[in-house]
């Protein structure tokens, strides 16, 4: 599957309750990898995957969802996900 694929397959797919995405940030990716982990569902995944096309390293399909690895430079960091009130 491609890229292109993987979007179109999840374009605004809605999620029931049970729907989540999951950062992982680990020390380990970091330093040996430089890279971060995302396990996504739903429309998240086509938005992922749009936005951070050019550093996605991987990706795979595993049951409803698609996890991710996705060069670190595409990363601004995990609190940056937060607002700033």
């Known amino acids: 599957m491609t890229i292109?694929?993987?979007i179109k397959k999840y374009k605004n797919k809605k999620g029931d309750d049970?729907?989540?995405?999951i950062l992982i940030d680990n020390n380990?990716?970091?330093?040996?990898?430089?890279v971060v982990r995302?396990?996504?569902m739903a429309s998240d995944v086509s938005r992922?995957?749009?936005?951070c096309r050019n550093?996605?390293?991987s990706f795979s399909e595993k049951g409803d969802g698609v996890d991710f690895v996705i060069d670190r430079k595409a990363?601004?960091?995990?609190?940056?996900?937060?607002?700033?009130?």
Do not use: C, H, Q
């Open 4 to 6: 292109n694929e993987l």
């Open 18 to 21: 049970e729907t989540e995405s």
């Open 28 to 34: 380990s990716d970091r330093k040996y990898d430089n």
């Open 38 to 40: 995302v396990w996504a």
């Open 48 to 51: 992922i995957a749009e936005r």
């Open 55 to 57: 550093s996605i390293i």
């Open 75 to 85: 990363f601004r960091g995990v609190v940056y996900a937060f607002r700033n009130r």
